[in-house]
């Protein structure tokens, strides 16, 4: 009796426990379908595991999409106590109190995203806790292996998978592949120059205490961006921590009053429409020039008679403004249009600024305009000019995009031959005899001109800070790219001797810039080779030993 007893009372424990586990092992399948079905996370899953890969030109990833997990909970079918539970999971995820917790813990809700990329640590951690409502699944992460290098070409993805800045937003569609992953996309920028700029310009920047930095190389013959720095730079995968300022490409978005680089721009249009038909012709820099209630003077005065080379390997205000003034409005104004300065910047970024040109363009506009105050553009703008300068002529849009070797870019004359190879020789002696001496790198045959700009402000310009500029190029004998380094409001420094001007500070960040990435690129220091000045270096009176 006692033994029938006992057996009966053990089928039964036996039948609720059978019951107990299929009630269990039923919910737990229903939640997984669940988590499969779920709305929200499909359409996140499909267009980020799709997504392709972003590498350079060499191939190096620059975004690729990983695996990574998702934490959610389903709080209508939540077995445990809430309150419990909610401190549990602030321990684990403290993004959120166990206030928060315990509010969508208890709102009966079919699902609720607690975590989006989670490591697998962080799942382990919460699967550990026994909670069937609690959900786990793969979800794909848009990764960026170099971190800040190159954040501003690159850009970054939203958690939707939608690219939100950069090439990740300009090749959205082309990224995203619903028959498979797509394949990678390669852009112009080289990994190993795009470094070594960002490192020389950060600490550049640290040095002199500037509040941004810019840089790029550029090829002059393809438009290709080899590198493209914004100082200060964000982390792509941190993208929701980044300051603004940060977010801002000052390569593409910014615009400045970039100074005595446009000064190369200016005489090649007098050379160019004629209204220079000698460059030997010597004009009078002897005393300032008055325009109205202005002076116009020059930082270093020579207090001579000066001539075409003299003047930019002098970078003299005086003589240019003199030009400007022989060249008039119109065929000012046409020149700078033909540059496409008018325009925002051909390149693919979205993130673009606009030239601001001058509201009054008259006589003493025209005037300092022609050295760079009065007409503020990106970088960029001066960079795809001073390509047009020195390529033989020809303006091209700039492009982030890989250019297959061979291929033939299209592009506009601005300029002749002749005038190009002009202006060759004059940008070479300007590092050799002038202003830019601190941008020589040894056997690299580097030209180009500095630019040191008085900075606009409230009430004015300021006499204490500046934007220097150097825009280079190299080789000069046949040039293949154009470097550009930039700094906003730099502070003297010993390293600068406690100039401010670009002779000091942003002319010595080309140098190593070109010293250090001319043999990645193939360039290599011969110190038998260079741009013939002979028929000009007798033009220059004597060795400038002046900076600008």
Do not use: C
Request: net charge positive.
């Amino acid at each position: 009796m006692n033994l029938a007893m006992a057996h009966q009372r053990l089928m039964l424990l036996l039948l609720l426990m059978a019951a107990g586990v299929t009630l269990i092992v039923g919910r737990l399948i229903w939640i997984g379908i669940d988590v499969q079905i779920n709305p929200k996370a499909q359409p996140v899953i499909d267009m980020l595991a799709s997504r392709g890969d972003i590498v350079d030109r060499n191939g190096q990833v620059l975004a690729r999409t990983i695996d990574a997990w998702s934490v959610g909970v389903h709080p209508n079918k939540l077995l445990s106590d809430a309150d419990d539970l909610a401190v549990q999971l602030n321990r684990l995820m403290p993004e959120r109190t166990i206030d928060q917790y315990r509010e969508i813990l208890k709102s009966n809700k079919s699902f609720t995203y607690l975590r989006r990329r989670a490591m697998p640590e962080l799942v382990a951690q919460v699967n550990a806790l026994g909670e069937p409502a609690m959900a786990f699944d793969r979800e794909p992460e848009r990764l960026y292996p170099q971190v800040t290098l190159a954040a501003h070409a690159v850009g970054f993805t939203d958690f939707d998978g939608k690219g939100v800045m950069g090439m990740e937003r300009v090749l959205q569609d082309r990224l995203i592949s619903r028959d498979g992953k797509a394949p990678p996309v390669a852009l112009s920028i080289d990994m190993r120059v795009q470094a070594t700029m960002e490192s020389e310009l950060a600490a550049a920047m640290a040095d002199l205490r500037a509040i941004g930095a810019t840089g790029l190389v550029l090829d002059v013959d393809t438009g290709e961006l080899v590198a493209m720095v914004s100082l200060p730079v964000f982390n792509p995968n941190k993208s929701g921590e980044a300051h603004p300022e940060a977010l801002r490409n000052n390569v593409t978005q910014s615009v400045y009053e970039l100074g005595s680089t446009f000064k190369v721009l200016t005489m090649a249009n007098a050379i160019e429409s004629g209204v220079v038909t000698d460059i030997a012709r010597r004009y009078d820099a002897t005393s300032p020039i008055s325009v109205g209630p202005f002076k116009i003077k020059d930082d270093h005065p020579q207090n001579r008679w000066l001539n075409v080379p003299e003047s930019l390997v002098h970078s003299s205000n005086i003589v240019t403004a003199r030009v400007a003034d022989a060249l008039g409005r119109e065929r000012s104004e046409a020149f700078f249009k033909k540059l496409h300065f008018g325009d925002p910047v051909g390149l693919e970024l979205k993130e673009r600024g606009r030239t601001l040109w001058p509201s009054s363009w008259g006589r003493a506009s025209n005037m300092t305009i022609a050295y760079g105050h009065g007409m503020a553009v990106t970088p960029l703008h001066l960079a795809s000019a001073y390509a047009a300068m020195i390529n033989g002529g020809i303006m091209r849009p700039a492009t982030l995009l890989k250019v297959e070797p061979g291929r033939q870019v299209p592009g506009e004359r601005v300029i002749s031959e002749r005038t190009s190879g002009l202006m060759r020789q004059m940008i070479r002696l300007i590092v050799t005899d002038g202003t830019g001496r601190n941008a020589e790198a040894e056997g690299f045959r580097v030209g180009g001109k500095t630019g040191t700009a008085e900075k606009p402000g409230v009430g004015g310009y300021s006499k204490t800070v500046n934007v220097s500029t150097f825009a280079g190029a190299f080789p000069m004998d046949k040039p293949r790219y154009v470097v550009i380094a930039m700094l906003d409001a730099p502070k003297g420094s010993a390293k600068s001797s406690g100039q401010t001007t670009a002779a000091y500070t942003a002319a010595p960040v080309v140098s190593r810039v070109i010293a250090r990435a001319g043999p990645l690129l193939g360039v290599y220091p011969d110190m038998n080779k260079d741009v013939d000045v002979s028929a000009m270096k007798p033009l220059l009176w004597k060795a400038p030993g002046d900076r600008d």
